[in-house]
């Protein structure tokens, strides 16, 4: 079958997937099409990345400084890093309560990076089943093996566990804290007791908890004795770039050996600094929008327990799963027309027959219009 083929075979099965042409994003908005919509596909939890009055305060705030610079120009290793990098590194292990952290350019190059170069020959890795893309491909990666558990089953996990741990050297145990498609919540002290029974290290992947969960912008892994937590800064905090925070020797043998730090471009000082900023100077900001979120969250959940609406959810990310492809496209399609911008979520982004509407609740969101969505939803389904 050729590339053209396999396109239609996209397209017949209701999983072929197009840029969306946004013109532009105005708070909790999207202008698409020529249509203001309420924004419900983003990860901007708390509507810092779309505030005006922040970034204006921020670039007059950076304009004098010498981290005013658009590029690093080179891997971190070599040029492409100063002070404020280490500031922030600082900052962040402070807050997750590590020795050290280490910044990457996205989050899935870092679940990539720390996965494949921690884990080699005579290794296992038990990755929760539902983790994301980015650990499913570090795991491939790396020289280790693998198994997978069911999701937050973890009587099934220390059933593999006592079946292959004393068979191998290292043990890593991987789970999501809040889960991207579910939004549910994995266990971590459950995890925790595992990983000290069984002599492994456990990492935990906060993208989607990192500063939109906790009170001290530390997500679930920085509140238990997790030995590797990883995260973005694309997310809640409105920036660019991730993270992993660990001991000073895991830290060290990452930056001697983690590919994707040592040969990427790292990201440009200016993004740097506007994460360091919000996280220091707008730190009560940007808690005061989580808190925002918190209530906006509650009411929501409350809603759809009193409407009978079940749902797996325990978080800002609520899945309506439909199942069929088809239909989740249209459904998606009709919500817009009501001015609702929600896109279809298909395999292989999750697992067959479970195409879903993904709502993302942002703190700026208004529960009336969030009420007035669900009760649309219910309509069109």
Same mark, same amino acid.
Request: charged share 25%; proline share 3%.
């Given at each position: 079958? /050729?590339?053209?083929?396999?396109?239609?075979?996209?397209?017949?099965?209701?999983?072929?997937?197009?840029?969306?042409?946004?013109?532009?994003?105005?708070?909790?908005?999207?202008?698409c099409?020529?249509?203001?919509?309420?924004?419900l596909?983003?990860?901007?939890?708390? /509507?810092?990345?779309?505030n005006? &009055?922040l970034?204006k305060?921020?670039?007059?705030?950076?304009?004098d400084?010498?981290q005013?610079?658009?590029?690093?120009?080179?891997?971190?290793?070599?040029?492409? #890093?100063?002070?404020?990098?280490?500031?922030?590194?600082q900052?962040?292990?402070?807050?997750?309560?590590?020795?050290?952290?280490?910044?990457f350019? !996205?989050?899935?190059q870092?679940?990539?990076?720390?996965?494949?170069?921690?884990?080699? =020959?005579?290794?296992?890795?038990?990755?929760?089943?539902?983790n994301?893309?980015?650990?499913?491909?570090?795991?491939?990666?790396a020289?280790?093996?693998?198994?997978?558990?069911?999701?937050?089953?973890?009587?099934?996990?220390?059933?593999?566990?006592?079946?292959y741990?004393?068979k191998?050297?290292?043990?890593l145990?991987?789970? &999501?804290?809040?889960?991207?498609?579910?939004g549910?919540?994995a266990?971590?002290?459950?995890?925790?007791?595992l990983?000290?029974k069984y002599?492994a290290?456990?990492?935990?992947?906060?993208?989607?908890?990192?500063?939109?969960?906790?009170?001290?912008?530390?997500?679930?892994g920085?509140?238990?004795?997790?030995?590797?937590?990883?995260? !973005?800064?694309?997310k809640?905090?409105?920036?660019?770039?991730?993270f992993v925070?660990?001991?000073?020797t895991?830290?060290?043998?990452?930056?001697? =050996?983690?590919?994707?730090?040592?040969?990427?471009?790292?990201?440009?000082?200016?993004?740097?600094?506007w #994460?360091?900023?919000?996280?220091?100077?707008? =730190? %009560?900001?940007?808690l005061k929008q989580?808190?925002k $979120?918190e209530?906006?969250?509650?009411?929501?959940?409350k809603?759809? =327990?009193?409407?009978d609406?079940?749902?797996?959810?325990?978080?800002q990310?609520?899945?309506?799963?439909?199942g069929?492809?088809?239909k !989740?496209?249209?459904?998606?399609?009709?919500?817009?027309? $009501?001015?609702?911008?929600?896109?279809?979520?298909?395999?292989p982004t999750?697992?067959?027959?479970?195409s879903?509407?993904?709502?993302s609740? #942002?703190? %700026?969101?208004?529960?009336?219009?969030?009420?007035?969505?669900?009760d649309c939803?219910r309509n069109e389904?």
């Amino acid at each position: 079958m /050729n590339y053209d083929e396999e396109l239609e075979e996209l397209k017949k099965s209701h999983t072929y997937r197009k840029i969306p042409e946004i013109t532009e994003k105005d708070g909790k908005y999207v202008i698409c099409d020529n249509q203001r919509l309420l924004n419900l596909s983003s990860n901007d939890y708390l /509507n810092l990345s779309t505030n005006e &009055e922040l970034a204006k305060e921020f670039m007059e705030y950076a304009s004098d400084s010498p981290q005013f610079q658009f590029s690093s120009a080179s891997a971190r290793l070599l040029s492409g #890093t100063s002070v404020v990098y280490r500031d922030l590194e600082q900052i962040l292990a402070k807050q997750m309560h590590k020795d050290n952290a280490l910044i990457f350019n !996205t989050g899935y190059q870092c679940n990539l990076g720390v996965i494949s170069t921690l884990m080699g =020959k005579g290794d296992i890795i038990f990755s929760d089943k539902l983790n994301h893309a980015s650990i499913i491909d570090g795991m491939k990666l790396a020289e280790a093996d693998f198994r997978r558990y069911k999701h937050l089953d973890y009587n099934h996990l220390e059933e593999l566990l006592k079946k292959y741990r004393g068979k191998y050297n290292k043990a890593l145990i991987i789970s &999501e804290s809040v889960f991207s498609m579910d939004g549910d919540i994995a266990d971590i002290q459950k995890l925790v007791e595992l990983k000290n029974k069984y002599d492994a290290l456990l990492m935990i992947d906060d993208a989607h908890a990192f500063c939109s969960v906790d009170n001290n912008c530390a997500g679930f892994g920085g509140e238990y004795d997790v030995d590797i937590v990883t995260a !973005t800064f694309g997310k809640a905090l409105g920036s660019f770039g991730a993270f992993v925070a660990s001991n000073k020797t895991i830290i060290n043998f990452l930056i001697n =050996k983690a590919r994707p730090f040592i040969f990427s471009t790292s990201i440009p000082p200016i993004n740097i600094a506007w #994460t360091k900023w919000l996280l220091t100077a707008k =730190k %009560d900001f940007v808690l005061k929008q989580k808190h925002k $979120l918190e209530r906006l969250v509650v009411a929501t959940h409350k809603y759809l =327990k009193s409407a009978d609406i079940e749902t797996v959810s325990k978080s800002q990310i609520i899945p309506v799963i439909i199942g069929d492809d088809g239909k !989740t496209v249209k459904v998606a399609e009709q919500l817009r027309g $009501l001015g609702y911008f929600i896109l279809p979520i298909r395999p292989p982004t999750v697992p067959p027959n479970t195409s879903r509407l993904r709502l993302s609740l #942002t703190a %700026d969101m208004e529960f009336e219009s969030v009420k007035t969505l669900i009760d649309c939803i219910r309509n069109e389904i």
